[in-house]
């Protein structure tokens, strides 16, 4: 069993603030989480991504003690999650993938409630609600009840909530679903805002620049079962290494550059490939010492080199290649939501 002793462990690595360990839910026959092992240190953001169905959702309710998971430990800021609920949940903030705040109450009620219900005094309350409705834009809409809000305000609402607590570790669950551009930005300055100050964050999400934007590290999760972790570079490093991009003086060169690589045989260096179109060719390579033998080879060859850079594969890429399906195949501002997230 997991030690309920709140201690700080890996120091050489940074302490965890998640640890999750063969963590098994069942739902009927189905095995929405099968097994899953994860770390998050304190004070960075882990990316759960994953189809739709994946278990992230299952996962982020097992951490927040709304349901139990059926075998395996999971401590959250050193609580067990099933052995010490109470005090794990004073230390957490949670924004589902829906707005669940009180819809009869004003907006500033619903921050103010949610305060004291965390035994903050009335004075400090009253603060931390001020605060956050300015900082998410809802200051003018303080007052008004919350189903008066439009589908962006309830959201933003929502997601004040769960930081009025200022938790030490918070789940944001697909947070940006719906909202427009502009509010989706305010969601993550204020997440990276949190990270500063040394909240640790878990966020689930299908919206790969999200993930490049906030996450440190990625856990890619299908089926359950956790396929792939790491930093950002680090997944899209084991997708397909980097790609160099070739731009000659003359666009008419690239034919001859291709053939003049395929034909020196160069150690690990397959499959470039001319793209007329951009008027560039694309080297896949795998380390340095490749990239300098192909444009040493085709200096020497003479051709005229105009520019030159390497790239690593989008998120995108990652994600297709890893789970085999896109990451999501709805649009995250859908134009039936335009009127409604628009606030």
């Given at each position: 069993m997991v030690d309920m002793t709140r201690t700080d462990k890996n120091p050489l690595n940074g302490p965890n603030a998640v640890e999750v360990r063969g963590l098994v839910k069942h739902y009927g026959e189905t095995k929405a989480l099968d097994g899953v092992d994860l770390d998050v240190r304190e004070g960075t953001v882990l990316g759960v991504l994953g189809p739709n169905g994946a278990g992230k959702t299952t996962l982020v309710r097992c951490l927040s003690t709304l349901i139990t998971p059926d075998a395996g430990t999971a401590t959250v800021a050193g609580y067990d999650v099933v052995r010490q609920p109470r005090q794990l949940r004073r230390t957490i903030g949670l924004t589902g993938q829906y707005a669940s705040v009180d819809e009869k109450l004003s907006g500033w009620e619903n921050l103010y409630m949610i305060g004291r219900l965390l035994d903050l005094s009335r004075k400090d309350a009253r603060s931390r609600a001020d605060e956050l409705l300015e900082r998410f834009s809802l200051t003018e809409a303080a007052k008004k009840a919350a189903m008066n809000y439009s589908g962006g305000m309830r959201r933003r609402l929502d997601l004040a909530a769960s930081m009025i607590g200022q938790p030490a570790v918070l789940y944001l669950d697909e947070p940006t679903t719906g909202l427009d551009p502009r509010t989706r930005n305010e969601v993550w300055d204020e997440v990276q805002r949190?990270?500063?100050?040394?909240?640790?964050?878990?966020?689930?999400?299908?919206?790969?620049?999200?993930?490049?934007?906030?996450?440190?590290?990625?856990?890619?999760?299908?089926?359950?079962?956790?396929?792939?972790?790491?930093?950002?570079?680090?997944?899209?490093?084991?997708?397909?290494?980097?790609?160099?991009?070739?731009?000659?003086?003359?666009?008419?060169?690239?034919?001859?550059?291709?053939?003049?690589?395929?034909?020196?045989?160069?150690?690990?260096?397959?499959?470039?490939?001319?793209?007329?179109?951009?008027?560039?060719?694309?080297?896949?390579?795998?380390?340095?010492?490749?990239?300098?033998?192909?444009?040493?080879?085709?200096?020497?060859?003479?051709?005229?080199?105009?520019?030159?850079?390497?790239?690593?594969?989008?998120?995108?890429?990652?994600?297709?290649?890893?789970?085999?399906?896109?990451?999501?195949?709805?649009?995250?501002?859908?134009?039936?939501?335009?009127e409604e997230v628009a606030a």
């Open positions: 949190m990270v500063a100050e040394g909240a640790t964050v878990l966020l689930t999400t299908q919206y790969m620049e999200e993930a490049e934007q906030l996450a440190s590290e990625l856990t890619v999760i299908d089926k359950g079962k956790v396929i792939a972790n790491g930093k950002v570079d680090e997944l899209k490093a084991r997708v397909g290494g980097r790609t160099l991009k070739i731009r000659p003086v003359s666009p008419s060169d690239l034919p001859g550059m291709a053939r003049s690589l395929s034909e020196a045989g160069l150690d690990g260096v397959t499959g470039s490939q001319a793209v007329p179109d951009e008027g560039v060719l694309l080297v896949p390579i795998l380390s340095d010492e490749q990239l300098t033998a192909v444009v040493g080879l085709l200096a020497g060859r003479g051709y005229a080199i105009a520019d030159l850079g390497t790239y690593l594969p989008s998120l995108d890429e990652v994600f297709l290649s890893i789970t085999g399906q896109k990451p999501s195949d709805q649009d995250p501002f859908p134009a039936e939501q335009t």
